[in-house]
């Protein structure tokens, strides 16, 4: 496969951390005493995850959830599996789902009605990126870091054919180039 090229930096590191605690603020406001456990989905979400924990300045548990809906390709297939299962049995628990970007929904929208089947006390959402515009399926996000318009981004855990994972930004990226 052809390598992508990187395009433009929508969000640079020091935006990015901005938003980050300001999203840790909304949280910490909402679970004052909750203790909730943060789900990241892997492996997009990994780096976002890694901040936003330690910028929270409450109790939480971490688990993950190992994820593929993409394969190979940037368009999504709608067919999503778990690689990798929560260790954590959330009956009861207050469960906040970390996720590096919605774009048509497919993927979170499973992943909530397999979590939502376990009876947590709550389910919510965070996300750092959505790009409300491809959104097939309205997907309640209580926590948005950006919304994106419709383009590819990759970097801060974000992945074009698992590369560009370790940038420290956000950029656009255009693949076929
Ligand atoms: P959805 O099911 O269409 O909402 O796709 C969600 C998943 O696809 C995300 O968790 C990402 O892993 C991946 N994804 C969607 N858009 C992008 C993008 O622009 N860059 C990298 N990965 C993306
Ligand atoms: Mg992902």
Do not use: W
């Amino acid at each position: 496969m052809e390598k992508g090229k990187i395009d433009e930096i929508l969000f640079s590191e020091q935006q990015i951390s901005l938003r980050v605690r300001e999203l840790a603020r909304e949280i910490e406001r909402d679970y004052e005493g909750g203790s909730p456990l943060l789900v990241g989905i892997l492996k997009g979400a990994f780096v976002f995850m890694a901040d936003l924990v330690r910028a929270l300045e409450i109790e939480v548990k971490v688990d993950f959830l190992a994820i593929a809906s993409y394969g190979m390709s940037t368009k999504t297939s709608g067919i999503v599996r778990i690689l990798k299962d929560i260790d954590t049995d959330i009956t009861g628990l207050h469960v906040i789902v970390v996720e590096d970007i919605i774009d048509t929904g497919l993927t979170l929208n499973y992943v909530l009605a397999n979590l939502k089947a376990r009876n947590p006390a709550s389910l919510e959402v965070c996300a750092l990126l959505n790009k409300r515009e491809a959104n097939k399926i309205d997907i309640p996000v209580k926590y948005e870091g950006f919304p994106i318009p419709d383009v590819f981004v990759v970097g801060y855990g974000l992945d074009f054919a698992e590369e560009f994972r370790n940038l420290p930004y956000i950029a656009s990226i255009q693949p076929h180039r």
